[in-house]
């Protein structure tokens, strides 16, 4: 048999001992999708694939369980040869083992992974990991309740009117030093300087943003990518920490039965109308005060004399509508969708647009379109406290919050012996009892039996004459 001449492609049926020569010629079909392999003799395992584009590596293969192990050494132009045969008896090795060298691979691939994911984690600050923590929880939190993440956190620096003791700039947030920490500095050390710093001059909002930071921790001790940089769980949870912000104290402003002629009349006198509804809605339906600003128009059933409520517990519930307090609403203009919107501010630098509003309101009309414009940014009552303070300051009941006024109801009913639960009912308190969670379910007119009474004891005590089958909006008040 004639020997093959060394410029003839090698015999891929054979094994041979590689050189660079035999890897040069080695050749494949062109014509299909093909591969050919040329094994090599010193390293057994060892092969050159050559495919139909030209392209040449070093490959390992062989048998392990009954299954065929390839795996990919390298290109022939970045491996030389003696690489190669050490890099295919080191397979051979792992595979006389016993173990799957791409198993190992992928167990590598994971480590380095997962490393990669830990350096990643423990280099991120509070900041960042506290905005994807707003943004995974925002759908589940009330409006109240979202604002109250970003106000705690807010850098400050920023002009504002009033509130700043002369500094014409808002304050940083109780939470904002800790946000350029790296989150595994968190610790309960540096929370609990931070609680003792924070209760010297605002122990109050210092304990809220305790209790929001004590809530993300958790979220993070129990997330995937930050579990394992919170490694002694939540910091936050610290008996020093609890201890230097203090206890809230017990609030107890509230209206007694003697007082609620002089606050209805002082009330009832404020210039602005929508102020004075919203201030005697608040006390008669006994809400939280951001859930009577935030209703629509289309929460007031008249046809059924009931009002949907934004509860922040159960997210709605329906109350009655009480005469009373229709009258109020039906008497409040409709300048949007809200039904406590802000008031309008004139146009003043169009005269002619400032006397059609005045015709207009002469006539007990809405101002022009076009001539004036909400002075809020999101057309709702913007301050109630102002005016509310102004007038317990007249009747000399000073002190008595818009939360003293849901504190005012629960209280006043005491005096008709109401049921619990149907207080309990109407302010969206959760149940405190068995039967009241799991088999009382008050119905609307059940309510508003109980409601309308509420309602007609607390404006007889106050003086306020006023006939339930008179047309909304006629209202009128006496002296007691």
Request: charged share 30%; proline share 6%; with cysteine.
């Amino acid at each position: 048999m004639a020997r093959p001449k060394k410029s003839d492609a090698p015999d891929t049926s054979q094994a041979i001992e590689l050189t660079a020569g035999a890897i040069e010629r080695l050749t494949c079909r062109t014509d299909i999708k093909a591969q050919a392999f040329l094994r090599d003799t010193k390293a057994p395992g060892l092969r050159v694939r050559v495919t139909n584009t030209g392209a040449k590596s070093f490959v390992y293969e062989s048998k392990l369980n009954r299954q065929t192990i390839r795996r990919t050494i390298g290109d022939v132009k970045a491996w030389s040869i003696e690489q190669a045969r050490t890099e295919a008896r080191r397979l051979a090795v792992v595979l006389d083992q016993g173990q799957d060298p791409r198993e190992l691979e992928r167990q590598q691939e994971a480590q380095r992974e997962a490393t990669k994911a830990q350096r990643e984690a423990e280099a991120v600050t509070v900041g960042q990991v506290w905005a994807e923590y707003i943004e995974e929880r925002r759908p589940r939190w009330g409006e109240l309740h979202a604002k109250d993440h970003e106000r705690l956190a807010r850098a400050g620096g920023t002009p504002a009117k009033r509130g700043t003791r002369g500094r014409g700039v808002t304050n940083a947030g109780p939470l904002y030093p800790l946000l350029a920490l790296p989150l595994r500095e968190l610790t309960a050390p540096k929370i609990e300087a931070w609680a003792a710093e924070e209760a010297k001059t605002r122990p109050t909002p210092a304990r809220l943003a305790w209790r929001l930071l004590s809530a993300f921790l958790n979220w993070c001790a129990e997330h995937p990518r930050y579990s394992a940089v919170l490694a002694q769980g939540n910091p936050a949870k610290s008996r020093k920490a609890r201890e230097a912000l203090g206890k809230p104290g017990v609030k107890s402003d509230v209206l007694t039965r003697e007082q609620l002629p002089a606050w209805f009349s002082h009330v009832r006198q404020l210039p602005n109308p929508t102020a004075a509804a919203y201030l005697q809605t608040l006390l008669l339906t006994g809400a939280r005060p951001g859930e009577v600003l935030a209703l629509r128009w289309e929460d007031v059933n008249t046809k059924w004399r009931g009002l949907t409520i934004r509860d922040k517990v159960e997210g709605t519930r329906e109350i009655p509508l009480t005469p009373y307090v229709a009258a109020l609403l039906a008497a409040l203009p409709r300048r949007n969708e809200w039904v406590f919107s802000s008031a309008y501010a004139l146009d003043l630098s169009d005269r002619s647009a400032k006397r059609r509003a005045a015709r207009a309101a002469a006539k007990g009309d809405e101002a022009p379109q076009g001539d004036t414009k909400p002075r809020s940014a999101d057309g709702r009552l913007a301050d109630a406290n102002a005016p509310h303070t102004r007038a317990c300051k007249a009747a000399a009941l000073e002190g008595l919050t818009l939360h003293g006024l849901r504190r005012s109801f629960a209280s006043l009913t005491e005096w008709l012996e109401i049921p619990a639960g149907v207080v309990a009912q109407i302010q969206g308190h959760k149940p405190s009892a068995t039967a009241e969670k799991h088999y009382k379910r008050r119905p609307l007119d059940l309510l508003r039996l109980h409601h309308e009474r509420i309602e007609a004891w607390v404006l007889e005590q106050a003086g306020v004459q006023f006939d339930p089958k008179a047309e909304p909006g006629k209202l009128r008040a006496v002296g007691s």
